[in-house]
Each structure stands twice: as C-alpha cells, then as structure tokens.
C-alpha cells in the first residue's frame, strides 16, 4: 500500500529495513540496493527526457507553457534556489500561475509559473526573497485548516516537511499584498477522491470562502492535495467556483486536458540544473511516457 506523504523509495527502504547490508544517508537507512536501483532510474529518466528535448523543436511548433511546484525550501538549499530562478531569468518568461495560459509568448524562450504547495514557512522565509529579487510572482496553495500550525495531514517521519509550519493567516495576506497568489489547498488537505460528496464541497467550498475573506478578492485556483483527482472532484471543484485546478501530472500547459486539470511538474533545490532546465522547458514530459511504458512491460510479464 502506498501512503500518502511517502514515496515509492521510502516504501522500499520500509521493507528492506532488517536486511544486514545498510547505508546511512543524513537521518534515514537505506539499503545500497535500493540506492543503486533508485539512481538508475533517476539516469534513465534524464537521458529519455534529454533525446526527448532534442525532438521537442520539431514536436511542438511553439514555445512551451510549464507550471512547476515546490514544497518546502531549507536555507542550505537557498543557493540553488538562487540558481534555478536565475535560469528562469535570463531564459524563460516567469507569469502568474492564473495566466500562464493566455499569457503571450514573445521570444524563444516559453512561458513558466512557478508553484508551492503547503504554504511552508520556509518558502516565505527563504524563497520569497529570491523570487521579489527578480521580479517574479508565483502561486501559494494554501492547506486553510492548519494556518499557523505543524501540517495536520499524514507526512512520513522520513520527510524534512514533518518539521516544516503552515504560514499564518496574517502571512497569507501580507503575501497577496505583494502580489503573490494565493490558492486553496483545500482545509485538512485530503485525499479528495476519498472522501463523500458534502466533505468534498465543505474542503473545496470552505477553503475558497476563507481565502478569499483574507486576501480580498476572488480565489481561482486549486490544487489537489497528493495530486488525488477524478471526474467527481473536478466537478465539485467547478460547480465551487474554481476556474483552475492543478494536478501534480508531468505534462505541459497545452497537453493537459483542461483548466481544471493542469498538469506540473515537480521541482526541488536537489535536482541538478540538468533536471531543472529539461524541467522547465517541457521535455521531463517524456518521463511519463517513459512510467507508462514500464508499467504496460511489468503488466505483460
């Protein structure tokens, strides 16, 4: 069973826990097999998306519409931040999330929202001085039940963001003062395929009304918490008023299906500028191709 706030490596390491042969690295065990299979396929992903990114000229005819997301943002992490948002700068478009698609493309360089959600404290300390540093907006999807608490959704004891706080809600306002975003993460940050009709519309319903109560004006945008969607939720986020929602699907702006389902991709200070770069620019796309095909070949077996 997967859990949510765990990933697929932190399951794994879960299993192989009693086996002799273990490596430390920072706080968690993890076993060297788990290491060596976890990073070649981290290898295999990038090189796909590189031959993916040589094609992509001929592919797509304009210049691409990406949305990325973070978490949280640690200060040791704050000069890679710095590096990736330089990129953004001297190479893309950086445009609010709510106009990232009708927003005009000028130049050769494509079009990038940038993203965070959980509204952690360490994204106002540590990212938001960087992003005001060159101008950029950005999109905050706020969980409105834990304001200024410790998150009050499930986060795997493995993961740094179990020690991270919510931002308060006098944090929240001062941010759509200077021109930020904010968005509803829903109130208790469910898994919103999981729940019955009236929790649904409470969480998507509820959130919007108190967001909107603090920053002054309408809330547009959602994201679904563990990116857990389906043709029920995306309904109720539509009859709520939500005129976007964001999965946390790899694709691009203009190959996902609608407004109420944009796909992103996730981004961190640990990816390498490789990463980041074939990130931005669309062709980490080709990596869902790529699980797909894994997962018909593990099918066929």
């Given at each position: 069973?997967?859990?949510?706030?765990t990933s697929p490596t932190q399951e794994v390491t879960d299993?192989?826990?009693?086996?002799?042969?273990?490596?430390?690295?920072?706080?968690?065990?993890?076993?060297?097999?788990?290491?060596?299979?976890?990073?070649?396929?981290?290898?295999?992903?990038?090189?796909?998306?590189?031959?993916?990114?040589?094609?992509?000229?001929?592919?797509?005819?304009?210049?691409?519409?990406?949305?990325?997301?973070?978490?949280?943002?640690?200060?040791?992490?704050?000069?890679?931040?710095?590096?990736?948002m330089a990129y953004l700068a001297n190479k893309c478009r950086?445009?609010?999330?709510?106009?990232?698609?009708?927003?005009?493309?000028?130049?050769?360089?494509?079009?990038?929202?940038?993203?965070?959600?959980?509204?952690?404290?360490?994204?106002?300390?540590?990212?938001?001085?960087?992003?005001?540093?060159?101008?950029?907006?950005?999109?905050?999807?706020?969980?409105?039940?834990?304001?200024?608490?410790?998150?009050?959704?499930?986060?795997?004891?493995?993961?740094?963001?179990?020690?991270?706080?919510?931002?308060?809600?006098?944090?929240?306002?001062?941010?759509?003062?200077?021109?930020?975003?904010?968005?509803?993460?829903?109130?208790?940050?469910?898994?919103?395929?999981?729940?019955?009709?009236?929790?649904?519309?409470?969480?998507?319903?509820?959130?919007?009304?108190?967001?909107?109560?603090?920053?002054?004006?309408?809330?547009?945008?959602?994201?679904?918490?563990?990116?857990?969607?389906?043709?029920?939720?995306?309904?109720?986020?539509?009859?709520?008023?939500?005129?976007?929602?964001?999965?946390?699907e790899p694709n691009t702006v203009d190959c996902s299906p609608?407004?109420?389902?944009?796909?992103?991709?996730?981004?961190?200070?640990?990816?390498?500028?490789?990463?980041?770069?074939?990130?931005?620019?669309?062709?980490?796309?080709?990596?869902?191709?790529?699980?797909?095909?894994?997962?018909?070949?593990?099918?066929?077996?």
């Amino acid at each position: 069973m997967h859990y949510p706030g765990t990933s697929p490596t932190q399951e794994v390491t879960d299993k192989v826990a009693s086996d002799k042969s273990l490596s430390v690295i920072g706080k968690q065990v993890v076993s060297p097999k788990v290491i060596k299979l976890d990073g070649l396929k981290e290898i295999s992903e990038i090189i796909f998306a590189m031959i993916y990114a040589a094609f992509l000229p001929l592919i797509q005819k304009k210049p691409s519409r990406v949305v990325i997301y973070y978490h949280s943002l640690k200060r040791q992490d704050v000069r890679q931040f710095e590096k990736q948002m330089a990129y953004l700068a001297n190479k893309c478009r950086v445009v609010k999330p709510s106009e990232v698609r009708t927003a005009r493309v000028a130049g050769r360089g494509g079009l990038v929202a940038i993203t965070f959600d959980d509204a952690f404290v360490s994204i106002l300390q540590n990212a938001i001085p960087v992003l005001k540093k060159h101008g950029f907006s950005a999109g905050i999807f706020v969980p409105t039940g834990s304001l200024g608490l410790s998150p009050g959704w499930r986060i795997s004891n493995r993961c740094s963001d179990k020690n991270e706080t919510v931002m308060s809600l006098e944090q929240i306002a001062e941010l759509g003062k200077d021109g930020f975003e904010i968005f509803s993460h829903t109130i208790s940050h469910p898994l919103l395929t999981q729940i019955d009709e009236n929790k649904l519309r409470h969480e998507l319903l509820e959130s919007k009304a108190k967001l909107e109560k603090v920053v002054g004006r309408e809330v547009v945008g959602i994201s679904y918490p563990y990116g857990a969607h389906d043709a029920r939720v995306c309904g109720a986020a539509k009859d709520a008023g939500y005129k976007l929602g964001f999965t946390i699907e790899p694709n691009t702006v203009d190959c996902s299906p609608d407004d109420i389902r944009i796909g992103r991709f996730a981004v961190s200070a640990a990816d390498s500028m490789l990463e980041f770069k074939l990130k931005v620019n669309g062709a980490y796309q080709a990596v869902e191709y790529l699980r797909r095909l894994r997962s018909c070949f593990r099918r066929s077996r």
